[in-house]
């Protein structure tokens, strides 16, 4: 953890809070987690009978875009169950200001989608909005916040100075 995320103002953890007791983080969390569910169903069902049918190119395609797909949605549940455990108080918010628990950047570069199956491109279209909210939100939420915290040496200087001869 670093040592900004360490102290994280009271008011930092009362935003994080209220963002996990929020209306907007229950409709986030049910559709992340319904996304998950069909996504398993689609992959262990007409996913298999999909990808057998399509040309070697189209399955190696298939392949990347469906392991990127359940990569994307692991890390969006996981970043939802920590801010559901914040809700239930099963963490304190400032813990989950640990970078560990933000949402990681994406890596590698998507595979032409015109040759895959209908559902996957469904799937992965759908993931890739709820990703780039969630992405928002933790940015919003953790990184900025952060920054916001961060000590600016400069304006230290001058508020000592302020303090010592008055203002101006």
Known sequence: ????????????????????RSELFDRTF?????????????????????????????????????????????????WLLVQRAVKEGEMAAEAACADNYRLGLESGNPAAIEDLPF??????????????????????MYVEAALEEAPRPVQAHFDRLTAAFGAA
């Open 119 to 140: 559902g996957l491109v469904n799937l992965l279209q759908r993931s890739e909005r709820l990703y780039e909210r969630v992405r928002h939100l933790d940015k919003r």
């Open 30 to 78: 049910e559709e992340g987690m319904i996304l998950v569910e069909e996504t398993a169903a689609y992959l262990d069902g007409a996913g298999r009978h999909d990808s057998k049918i399509l040309s070697r190119n189209a399955a190696l395609a298939y392949a990347s875009e469906s392991m990127r797909l359940t990569t994307r949605l692991m890390q969006v549940a996981s």
């Open 1 to 20: 953890m670093t040592e900004l995320n360490a102290s994280a103002a009271p008011w930092r953890a009362g935003v994080i809070q209220d963002f996990a």
